[in-house]
């Protein structure tokens, strides 16, 4: 016998609509839709099966819920994603609702990225890169630590005023220097923040310093998803 485990997520009855466009956007094949007794959607790609039921008073800002999809193409389907949400939105949702975030490598032995539909809906995406899928320790190091962490809060907690205290603190202190490799890093993630949070002005200013760091071929081999973020973010 074999079993199957399919999410039942909640969703705003008035944005049921929305949120098929949205998985549509993404891909998936709407294989159920009902408005009555009550509002009730299947939407479905390849053996991933999401299915959402409809409630007036549920509040998508304050959404907790969602589920946690393993692949073994996670940066195939992170292009397609945002290649769709592109044609249907006219530009890569990267804050509010919906939205998609990046792609990393994460400590605790997954590569993937987070993506929120319209009724607030949290979906993980990702592939393992190791065996091991338990949080590895901090690092020691005071940079490597805060990459560390804010990667964490960032993209994994989602707390993104959490992670730019981290990073903050970090590029504030003044008896240590980060390598040009952390720095990078750090920038990016930090502007990156600031965008999602919606302070364009300082994710310029902060986007630009990282652009202007210089790395070593070998430095840039090491960093390739900072940098390719960059410029998805510098677009």
């Known amino acids: ?51 959402f039921l409809g409630m007036k008073e549920y509040d998508p800002a304050g959404s907790y819920s969602g589920c946690y999809i393993t692949t073994e193409r996670v940066d195939a389907l992170h292009e397609t994603f945002r290649a769709g949400l592109k044609a249907a939105y006219g530009r890569i949702p990267t804050r509010g609702l919906p939205r998609i975030g990046p792609l ?30 338990n949080h590895r320790p901090a690092p020691r190091e005071t940079f490597a630590r805060a990459l560390h962490m804010a990667d964490l809060f960032a993209d994994s907690k989602e707390d993104l005023p959490g992670a730019a205290k981290i990073i903050d603190r970090a590029l504030g202190l003044t008896d240590q220097r980060p390598s040009p490799v952390q720095l990078l890093r750090l920038l990016v993630l930090r502007g990156d923040i600031a965008q999602r949070l919606g302070e364009e002005e300082s994710a310029a200013g902060l986007l630009e310093r990282a652009a202007s760091v210089e790395l070593t071929e070998e430095e840039r081999a090491s960093v390739g998803d900072a940098l390719a973020r960059l410029g998805e973010l510098r677009d």
């Open 104 to 133: 990393k490598d994460m400590s605790y032995g997954m590569r993937q990225f987070l993506m929120t539909d319209p009724t607030g809906n949290s979906i993980r995406i990702g592939q393992a890169i190791s065996e091991d899928q």
């Open 1 to 51: 016998m074999t079993e199957k485990t399919i999410p039942l997520l909640p969703c705003q009855t008035q944005l049921i609509q929305p949120l098929i466009d949205f998985y549509t956007a993404l891909g998936f094949e709407t294989t159920f839709q009902q408005k009555s007794p009550y509002a009730y959607a299947v939407v479905e790609l390849g053996d991933v099966e999401l299915q």
